[in-house]
């Protein structure tokens, strides 16, 4: 099932972005969470990628289903990870036709990037994800703001970042964004939605996890300008993904009952 789907639809009817999708979501929602108990009834192994949605289609379905397995995903990582990087630039990443990559997208334009562009008027923000619709094209200014939609080597794309930011306010399961900088070694400022299911991170440590608009800019700021801090953090960040998210240590005994 790889995520539990009841719940980011949910979400997802609650969040901003394309209204057509948000009545689309609160009509499936429940149907998916209807085909959840059939699944959870009728298959021998039922694979989720996070803890919590594990924990979740428990409590939502009142039992404790055996045939539940966790298989966290996995990335890549950059054999060599860059040093050298350019201090106004910053990434977001994701495919944008999903709706909370759009609200999240959303969020940082109106919300975070303003405050940033106070302090560093030369910023650059890419928008790095197949398949962008219009709302989201319409933020390209040419300026501050850039849609790049698929790009053919994301890694190659975004290793000289500054920072990725990943501000979801609406998810499921692991996002393979975060995995995607750490395994890159950027630092990666985050929701505390999405970090819970990365049981390894440490906030100030192997990432910035911040909820609150100003603190989230006032890290951005930070890494952008501290060297030091970035490349420590990112490095970190990328040794947990490397020890702990590669796609071999991911799957093991992934096809045992």
């Not at 919590?52 to 404790?64: E, F, M, R, S």
């Amino acid at each position: 099932m790889t995520d539990a789907l009841s719940k980011t639809y949910s979400m997802s009817a609650k969040g901003k972005g394309n209204w057509v999708l948000r009545n689309v979501y609160k009509i499936e929602k429940n149907l998916i969470a209807k085909y959840e108990r059939y699944v959870l009834e009728h298959y021998s192994k039922v694979v989720l990628v996070s803890p919590d949605d594990i924990a979740l289609l428990k409590n939502n379905n009142g039992k404790d289903y055996s045939n539940l397995s966790l298989h966290t995903n996995g990335v890549e990582c950059l054999k060599q990870t860059r040093t050298e990087y350019n201090p106004n630039k910053i990434c977001f990443i994701g495919h944008m036709q999903s709706l909370q990559n759009q609200d999240a997208t959303i969020y940082f334009v109106n919300d975070i990037l303003p405050l940033l562009i106070r302090e560093k008027p030369d910023l650059k923000f890419y928008i790095v994800g197949a398949h962008p619709p219009k709302n989201i094209l319409k933020l390209d200014n040419g300026k501050n703001i850039f849609i790049t939609g698929f790009v053919e080597d994301l890694n190659e794309f975004v290793s000289d970042s500054s920072v990725v930011v990943a501000p979801v306010r609406i998810a499921a399961g692991i996002q393979n964004k975060v995995l995607v900088a750490m395994g890159c070694g950027i630092p990666v400022i985050m929701t505390s939605l999405i970090s819970r299911a990365i049981p390894e991170l440490i906030d100030g440590e192997n990432c910035i996890i911040r909820d609150d608009t100003h603190s989230f800019a006032k890290q951005c700021i930070r890494l952008m300008n501290d060297k030091d801090a970035r490349n420590t953090i990112g490095q970190k960040g990328y040794n947990l993904v490397l020890q702990h998210y590669s796609w071999g240590e991911k799957l093991k005994d992934y096809e045992m009952l």
